[in-house]
Each structure stands twice: as structure tokens, then as C-alpha cells.
């Protein structure tokens, strides 16, 4: 059991280390989706509003080397025009010298700008734990990740003095509902490129779920475990035999697992023309990229009839907005259905944003990876320094 603290804390004159996950998208210098930083908000509120001051620490991108286009820097001005007094901190070690500000942030350089994040070394922990009195994490985002500022900085403050943040408390509410007690009938709607980061979760959700409903691409794979042609569609071939299992697994528990009629494919690459074509005769030279409107109908059809929905499925590309029409359909029938909606994933995320009636949606989570591993029962080694011994 995991219990946020932080509400009992007294923080006048002290520093509050708030790991946050500020991995927005950034498109020419600009962020084009703030949903992120919108949801750190109540933690960081909360500790100003009891006069705290807060040294906020983010990574942002996946950073080679110091890149200034993955500074932190391009934070600040979301954050003024939000009300916060906020300081960018290139050398963190000089915090200690300085006179703590109630209600003022330091927002510090991308963690990712400094190798010993990711090696996971403890003198790094050592060095950013001296710029606080307290350490909170809110990056539900990273908490299956073993960055140092999540794993091995948290040990470095006493127990009474280390705590997760709103959203984090949050988001397990919402999740461990949907792993423990969904109320039924309860459908998963899974698609994607990366197969091998959902066959756990298939795996667990078979004995949840009333139905599965396989999407692209993670369909192909299975599609070809049963010899159907899927043209030059996405396949995975070492998973196919795992592929296989899930399907008799499902099968055995008397589980539809439902793909798709039709497809949205492109020809010959995915840049090529677009059609629509019958889920039994993908051309040899067709790549599927979405569904068609008849899978469409027959999913929304589905969705009527369920008490939970969970979604991880990201069709299309931003580049070609009209292939990703169906998705935001299907996200569209959700926030219009009176079941209990939760979505999941950067991209399914993104795609929600672009739907009509997205504030409908229950629940959007800040964090694809984690709450798929989270919801497949998976340890969350960001969590393990708040386990309740």
C-alpha cells in the first residue's frame, strides 16, 4: 500500500525535490500539447500554497548529449503565463548556497543532459538530494524506468520525508480499479507498433476482460500466427508463436479476441495512396495502417454495450491526419458511451486531444509504458522506495 505524504508535511522555508514528468511534444521551439504540465499542476499548487519552495527536476526527449534543443529552458515561459514564479538552475550544486524563496520554483537542466541519470549513480543521488529537505515523485511516466533521480534519490531523504504526488496517487487509484474490480462488461481496445510491450498486459487482461479487440498493428502479428496474408503489413515473426498462446489462452477462457473487417492500407509504402480494403483480402503490396469504417461500427457497436473501456491504440500518423480518423472515431464513441472510459499512451493520448468530445473521457493517463506495466502487474521499481514496509 502506498500512501502520498506530503499533505502532512510542514514546508515554510524548505526546498520540496519534485520529480516530474515534462516530457511534452515540442514542435519548431514550441509545445504543442501542455497535458503534461497541466497535470502537475495540483502537486506543485499545493506545496505553494503552503509556502514551499520547489526545485522541479524533468527530463525531456531522449538527449545524446547537452542538446539546447532539449533544454528545460523552453518550460519557463508555459509556466510564467501560468502565474509561477520560476528561475531556470543550470548548476544545481549552487542551490544550497542560495536563500530558500517561499513559493518560488527552480527548475533545473534536463536530467538527461547528465549521463549518470540513466548509469543510476549514487553520488549523482547524493549531489541532488543536498538541494532539498523533502523529495516527492510525480512522474507517473518514468516510474518503470531506472533513472537515478527515480530509483536511487528517493532513499536518500527518510521515509517520513519522501512521498508521491497527486497525480501519481491518482493515476494507481484510477488503475488499480480497472486491474482489481472493473465493473463488467469490461472490453480492452489494444493496438500499436510495439507488440512486445502489450503481450503482457493481453496476457493479464484475458482473465478481466469480457472481449478483446486486437487492432493495428499489433493485429498482423497475430493475424499471420493464423496463416492469413496481411500483405506487407507490420509483423513481429518472433512473436509469433506467443502470439499463438494468447490466442488459445483466450480461447480456452472463452474470450473473443475481435479483429478487425476492414482496413485503412496504404500502397507500397506507408506514404502510398490510401484505401480501404476487405480484412480478408489485404493486396500483397498493402500496408495496413488503420481500420475501416465497418470495423468502426462494429467496435462503437461494442463499445454501447460496455461498463468499462480501456484503450491503448494509437492508429495512423500526425503527418497524415486522415489516417488517423478512425481512431479518433473510436474515442468519440467512448466519451459518448456512459461507461468508465481510460485511455492510455503518448500517442492514444494525442489522438484523444483531437477528438470531439475528449473531456469526456475519464480518465487519459500521463504515462503509456508505466500503467501498461502497472496494469500487467509488472514492478514499477519508481515505486518501491514508497511500499509501506
Given at each position: 500500500m502506498i500512501h502520498q505524504k506530503l499533505s502532512s508535511w510542514h514546508m515554510l522555508n524548505k526546498r520540496i525535490f519534485v520529480r516530474a514528468d515534462l516530457n511534452v511534444p515540442i514542435s519548431q521551439g514550441n509545445i504543442t500539447n501542455d497535458f503534461r504540465l497541466q497535470s502537475i499542476m495540483p502537486t506543485l499548487d499545493f506545496i505553494i500554497e503552503h509556502k514551499g519552495s520547489i526545485v522541479l527536476?524533468?527530463?525531456?526527449?531522449?538527449?545524446?548529449?547537452?542538446?539546447?534543443?532539449?533544454?528545460?529552458?523552453?518550460?519557463?515561459?508555459?509556466?510564467?503565463?501560468?502565474?509561477?514564479?520560476?528561475?531556470?538552475?543550470?548548476?544545481?550544486?549552487?542551490?544550497?548556497?542560495?536563500?530558500?524563496?517561499?513559493k518560488e520554483i527552480l527548475l533545473l537542466e534536463n536530467l538527461r543532459f547528465?549521463?549518470?541519470?540513466?548509469?543510476?549513480?549514487?553520488?549523482?543521488?547524493?549531489?541532488?538530494?543536498?538541494?532539498?529537505?523533502?523529495?516527492?515523485?510525480?512522474?507517473?511516466?518514468?516510474?518503470?524506468?531506472?533513472?537515478?533521480?527515480?530509483?536511487?534519490?528517493?532513499?536518500?531523504?527518510?521515509?517520513n520525508k519522501r512521498s508521491i504526488g497527486?497525480?501519481?496517487?491518482?493515476?494507481?487509484?484510477?488503475?488499480?480499479?480497472?486491474k482489481e474490480h472493473p465493473q463488467q462488461p469490461f472490453i480492452a481496445i489494444l493496438g500499436g507498433e510495439k507488440i512486445k510491450d502489450k503481450i503482457p498486459l493481453m496476457k493479464h487482461l484475458l482473465s478481466k476482460v469480457e472481449s478483446l479487440i486486437i487492432c493495428p498493428a499489433l493485429c498482423f502479428s497475430f493475424l499471420a500466427a493464423r496463416k492469413q496474408t496481411v500483405g506487407k503489413s507490420l509483423v513481429d515473426t518472433t512473436m509469433i508463436p506467443t502470439c499463438k498462446e494468447i490466442?488459445?489462452?483466450?480461447?480456452?477462457?472463452?474470450?473473443?479476441?475481435?479483429?478487425?473487417?476492414?482496413?485503412?492500407?496504404?500502397?507500397?509504402?506507408?506514404?502510398?495512396?490510401?484505401?480501404?480494403?476487405?480484412?480478408?483480402?489485404?493486396?500483397?503490396?498493402?500496408i495496413g495502417i488503420s481500420v475501416g469504417p465497418k470495423t468502426?461500427?462494429?467496435?462503437?457497436?461494442?463499445?454501447?454495450?460496455?461498463?468499462?473501456?480501456?484503450?491503448?491504440?494509437?492508429?495512423?500518423?500526425?503527418?497524415?491526419?486522415?489516417?488517423?480518423?478512425?481512431?479518433?472515431?473510436?474515442?468519440?464513441?467512448?466519451?459518448?458511451?456512459?461507461?468508465?472510459?481510460?485511455?492510455?499512451?503518448?500517442d492514444s493520448v494525442d489522438s484523444a486531444f483531437h477528438?470531439?468530445?475528449?473531456?469526456?473521457?475519464?480518465?487519459?493517463?500521463?504515462?503509456?509504458?508505466?500503467?501498461?506495466a502497472y496494469l500487467s502487474d509488472t514492478v514499477l521499481p519508481g515505486l518501491n522506495p514508497f511500499e509501506e514496509k
Open positions: 527536476a524533468t527530463h525531456l526527449g531522449r538527449p545524446k548529449n547537452k542538446n539546447p534543443e532539449f533544454s528545460t529552458k523552453i518550460l519557463i515561459p508555459w509556466f510564467e503565463k501560468h502565474g509561477y514564479t520560476i528561475r531556470f538552475i543550470e548548476d544545481f550544486t549552487k542551490i544550497t548556497s542560495e536563500k530558500i524563496v517561499p547528465f549521463p549518470e541519470e540513466k548509469n543510476g549513480d549514487p553520488l549523482f543521488a547524493k549531489q541532488l538530494a543536498h538541494t532539498a529537505q523533502y523529495y516527492v515523485n510525480d512522474a507517473f511516466g518514468v516510474l518503470h524506468e531506472y533513472d537515478c533521480s527515480v530509483t536511487l534519490l528517493p532513499y536518500e531523504f527518510p521515509e497527486f497525480l501519481i496517487e491518482k493515476e494507481l487509484s484510477v488503475l488499480a480499479q480497472l490466442m488459445l489462452q483466450a480461447e480456452n477462457s472463452n474470450i473473443p479476441c475481435i479483429f478487425p473487417v476492414d482496413y485503412q492500407v496504404a500502397y507500397n509504402s506507408i506514404d502510398g495512396p490510401l484505401d480501404i480494403v476487405d480484412g480478408q483480402k489485404i493486396p500483397d503490396n498493402a468502426v461500427a462494429n467496435i462503437t457497436e461494442i463499445i454501447n454495450h460496455a461498463k468499462t473501456i480501456f484503450l491503448n491504440c494509437a492508429m495512423g500518423f500526425s503527418e497524415r491526419p486522415e489516417t488517423q480518423e478512425s481512431t479518433i472515431a473510436i474515442i468519440n464513441a467512448m466519451a459518448q458511451s456512459s461507461a468508465i472510459t481510460i485511455i492510455a499512451g503518448g477528438a470531439k468530445y475528449y473531456s469526456q473521457i475519464d480518465h487519459l493517463s500521463t504515462g503509456g509504458g508505466a500503467a501498461l
